[in-house]
T-cell receptor, first 113, second 115 residues
């Protein structure tokens, strides 16, 4: 079935550093891809999305490009802030009409002032 | 519009007690999902409904867990009897069919502690 793999372990970096979180997927067909963010004490919320190959999703300075050839959807931000400290989840839809999403395990990002 | 509403936000109970978690999806949404989040297992899908009908409950850990959706605006997740290993944050999410990218909207979660 459809699945998502995120890089292992938390990510700790200094303010204004460059952030990359890797995400690769396995899917049949042409899924939509998402990044969700979970701030401390809150539920997940959609950060950005891409619905077809070569699409770039962007929001709040974050970007991710749907790469079909490498089955990847890596999240990047050029200059992180302390307020970006959160857990980031990669996800994909299975497009079988059931609105179901497959989530990765999530990556804790800690930005130090 | 109000988002997904969950209650209670925090629940502390003793082992063996019945626990009921509640969810009100976004008005007009026809899919509802229950998730559980723990440090060890991450985010797990427990069950989901379409038009109030359970579609897939294969993620429900055992018979102690049950979920209902009596109408389009309300769902419950019940644990009876509760055990310490059920301690987790439980999320409800809803979405709208027919939207190509299937975005799910999450509630704030219920943090359950079973002593």
């Amino acid at each position: 079935g459809n699945s998502v793999t995120q890089m292992e372990g938390p990510v700790t970096l200094s303010e204004e550093a460059f952030l990359t979180i890797n995400c690769t997927y396995t899917a049949t067909g042409y899924p939509s891809l998402f990044w969700y963010v979970q701030y401390p004490g809150e539920g997940l919320q959609l950060l950005l999305k891409a619905t077809k190959a070569d699409d770039k999703g962007s929001n709040k300075g974050f970007e991710a490009t749907y790469r079909k050839e490498t089955t990847s959807f890596h999240l990047e931000k050029g200059s992180v802030q302390v307020s970006d400290s959160a857990v980031y989840f990669c996800a994909l839809s299975d497009r079988e009409g059931n609105n179901r999403l497959a989530f990765g395990k999530g990556n804790q990002v800690v930005v130090i002032p | 519009d109000a988002g997904v509403i969950q209650s209670p936000r925090h629940e502390v109970t003793e082992m063996g007690q019945e626990v009921t978690l509640r969810c009100k999806p976004i008005s007009g949404h026809d899919y509802l999902f229950w998730y559980r989040q723990t440090m060890m297992r991450g985010l797990e899908l427990l069950i989901y409904f379409n038009n109030n009908v359970p579609i897939d409950d294969s993620g429900m850990p055992e018979d102690r867990f049950s979920a209902k959706m009596p109408n389009a605006s309300f769902s419950t997740l019940k644990i009876q009897p509760s055990e310490p290993r059920d301690s987790a944050v439980y999320f409800c999410a809803s979405s709208l069919a027919g939207v190509a990218y299937n975005e799910q909207f999450f509630g704030p979660g219920t943090r359950l502690t079973v002593l």
